[in-house]
């Protein structure tokens, strides 16, 4: 059976040009004009684009005494809907646990995935157990980023001893470090006083999370990953003193790469003095929205290249949920949705607005991301051979974002009212056809696991050069005799 993907503009991070697309078994069989199969999808005015991956999403994850309210059905469903194809999610061992059985909670969700799905590793604590083990989830199990909470201390966080620790073994094993930069010591000290002070509301959540921690941290664990002699992924970079930090290493020639979120890109910290306890609750995530100067940043950096992906960290929590935080900001469980609305948003404000141009969408929420991940072309191409990911997108295709309509289990949407123009007319998760005309036509179980191999280019150029700038002992000639 052979789907053609006719008349449509193929629109990938570094070209455009007509051609119809045929697909075949998943994958992607030929480019070309005038092709001919058993099927035919209408992309006449439509870019045909390699789907989204979502580099950063929380799918029914246990946190702040509760659960994510969006699994891996939903979650992907979502993802479709808004033209996502892969979804990468963190395994996030407790204290204590093992990586390897803390895996294997997060293969038993993800059996429900409608598309693709990779993981990354949370290292949440330290011992010669998680040492030994992640070399295992590296060789065994496909999985080659590591991530480490600054934040959430006494709960996620682990200390810069680990951190580099951990770093060191990402090195060696050829992997990738992730970091949540925030300084978590600070925010505990600024959040108790808060409480103390009787500023228990929603917008002290963002009062405890000042710019200034989330850059500190940033630049700390940049050193760090210097020091360890690995690349290292800032996720959920949010203002501009965390930016800056990531611009200037990347021109000192670190290899560090910086993850904007579509919320904070698009929404800004008046949210939190919204009137309404709900409607300022359900945007309580970390880093907290920022204002205008630190969107205008991060949206410079996506067009410069300083920063070089868009992820949503879809961590959805109900109404109900959220509420376990009235009277204590501190109880409200940090996170907020944007699966199936990363994409339209982002070509609404980014494409839509000239702030980018359709390959540096393209590049930004797909082909940056498998390459640095490290599975490109499998994934964030329109390559023959390539997984046939992709989406068809219709730049004239409207709609205004409403919980009512959206495919998230939660009851409410932060984009809520948000007219977005452009959208998917179809989403294609290898080969199959999940999303047609806005009617989901998924399949629960079709979604697979990406296993990623280690050592890319980059972490292989970069060990090359700190092998070749190690500090090295000095050989001596006229060493003084001893005692004199
Ligand atoms: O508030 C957020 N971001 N919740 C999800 C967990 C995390 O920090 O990424
Ligand atoms: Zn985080
Ligand atoms: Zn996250
Ligand atoms: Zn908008």
């Not at 050193?223 to 800056?244: K, N, R, T, W």
């Not at 579509?262 to 309404?276: G, K, M, N, V």
């Amino acid at each position: 059976m052979t789907t053609i993907i006719k008349n449509g503009t193929i629109v990938t991070a570094d070209l455009t040009y007509k051609a119809d697309v045929a697909v075949e078994g998943g994958r992607i069989l030929e480019i070309g004009p005038d092709l001919k199969g058993d099927e035919t999808l209408d992309a006449t005015g439509c870019y045909v684009m390699p789907g989204g991956i979502d580099p950063h999403t929380h799918l029914e994850m246990p946190f702040m005494g509760t659960y994510s309210a969006d699994d891996f059905e939903s979650g992907t469903r979502a993802a479709l809907s808004g033209g996502t194809t892969m979804v990468v999610d963190f395994a996030l061992p407790s204290p204590g646990q093992g990586l390897l059985d803390a895996l294997q909670m997060w293969d038993n969700k993800s059996t429900r995935a409608h598309c693709d799905y990779s993981f990354h590793m949370a290292v949440t604590w330290w011992s010669e157990q998680v040492f030994n083990e992640m070399e295992a989830v590296v060789r065994q199990k496909g999985i080659t980023t590591f991530k480490h909470f600054m934040a959430y201390k006494g709960a996620l966080m682990v200390n810069d001893d680990e951190m580099y620790a951990s770093f060191r073994r990402c090195a060696e094993l050829g992997a990738i470090p992730l970091v949540h930069a925030e300084n978590g010591d600070v925010v505990a000290e600024l959040q108790r006083r808060l409480l103390d002070e009787g500023n228990n509301g929603p917008e002290a959540h963002a009062y405890s999370r000042p710019p200034e921690v989330e850059g500190e941290a940033t630049n700390r664990a940049i050193m760090i990953a210097d020091m360890a002699g690995v690349p290292l992924y800032v996720v959920h970079v949010s203002c501009e003193e965390a930016h800056e930090a990531i611009r200037r290493a990347r021109m000192l020639g670190k290899r560090v790469w910086g993850e904007p979120l579509i919320q904070h890109l698009t929404l800004d910290d008046s949210e939190y003095a919204h009137p309404d306890w709900d409607h300022a609750a359900r945007r309580v995530m970390s880093p907290p929205f920022r204002n205008k100067r630190h969107q205008d940043s991060l949206w410079a950096g996506l067009a410069s290249g300083s920063l070089s992906v868009v992820a949503t960290d879809h961590c959805a929590f109900t109404t109900a949920q959220k509420r376990f935080g009235v009277g204590d900001f501190t109880r409200i469980p940090n996170g907020t949705g944007g699966l199936e609305d990363r994409l339209p948003m982002l070509w609404t404000h980014g494409v839509g607005t000239g702030r980018l141009t359709p390959n540096e969408f393209v590049a930004v929420t797909s082909t940056n991301i498998a390459k640095i991940l490290n599975c490109y072309p499998k994934k964030g191409a329109v390559l023959v051979g390539a997984d046939a990911d992709l989406v068809v997108w219709d730049p004239e295709k409207e709609k205004t974002i409403s919980a009512a309509t959206q495919q998230s289990a939660i009851d409410y949407n932060v984009f809520e009212g948000h007219k977005v123009k452009g959208l998917p007319r179809f989403t294609l998760t290898r080969g199959r056809v999940a999303v047609h005309d806005g009617e989901f036509r998924g399949e629960e179980g079709h979604g697979q696991f990406v296993r990623r191999e280690p050592n890319g280019a980059v972490n292989r150029a970069l060990s090359s050069w700190k092998e070749l700038t190690a500090p090295r002992r000095v050989e001596r000639t006229g060493i003084p005799a001893s005692g004199v």
